[in-house]
């Protein structure tokens, strides 16, 4: 059993790397679960467009608290669950969400660090997406100087990093103390 968060801006690899490593510890004959809060937000609005901010708070809120309950519905069931779509961009984030847990995990902290032309070219592949606004995350990241966790440079291919992100995981490397 294991927490592994995966944190990182738009299109910095996120999805794809999180279930290649999820995939690879169910090859290995583990429990494994790939949980992203984007599609706990998108069960209460899919299109991600709210007709008041009083809505799009209720929504966040219930779908963080689904979130975290699955986390440690999968957790009590001795998963190794990676979870994605939080903002872990201090310790205080990381301990304000860790104390929600119901059964204390060695958790795991990792921060996909893409250059920005590289995440600008992935989004541009992706597709439109109004929501997000590359920028902007770029300047609240480029603020941070003291990161917990493990800043992880995901340029590889998504094979190569999903492998070396399981070497950093065995060696213990980007395990946090709460």
């Not at 968060?5 to 494994?32: C, H, Q, R, W, Y």
Request: charged share 30%.
């Amino acid at each position: 059993m294991k927490l592994i968060l995966i944190d990182g801006g738009p299109a910095s690899g996120k999805n794809t790397l999180g279930k290649m490593v999820a995939d690879d510890f169910i090859f290995d004959g583990e429990k494994s679960a790939l949980l992203d809060l984007d599609t706990y937000v998108e069960k209460y609005c899919p299109t991600w467009k709210w007709d008041s901010e009083q809505k799009k708070e209720s929504d966040l809120a219930k779908a963080r608290t689904d979130f975290i309950n699955d986390i440690n519905k999968f957790l009590q069931d001795d998963f190794i669950v990676l979870a994605i779509g939080e903002r872990f961009l201090t310790e205080d984030d990381v301990i304000r969400y860790t104390a929600k847990l119901l059964k204390k995990a060695p958790t795991y902290l990792y921060h996909l660090s893409v250059p920005f032309a590289l995440r600008q070219q992935r989004l541009h592949e992706r597709g439109p997406h109004s929501l997000i606004d590359l920028d902007q995350d770029q300047k609240d990241r480029d603020q941070i100087t003291s990161w917990p966790g493990h800043i992880y440079q995901n340029i590889n291919s998504p094979e190569v990093d999903a492998k070396e992100l399981i070497k950093l995981i065995q060696k213990n490397v980007g395990l946090i103390k709460i």
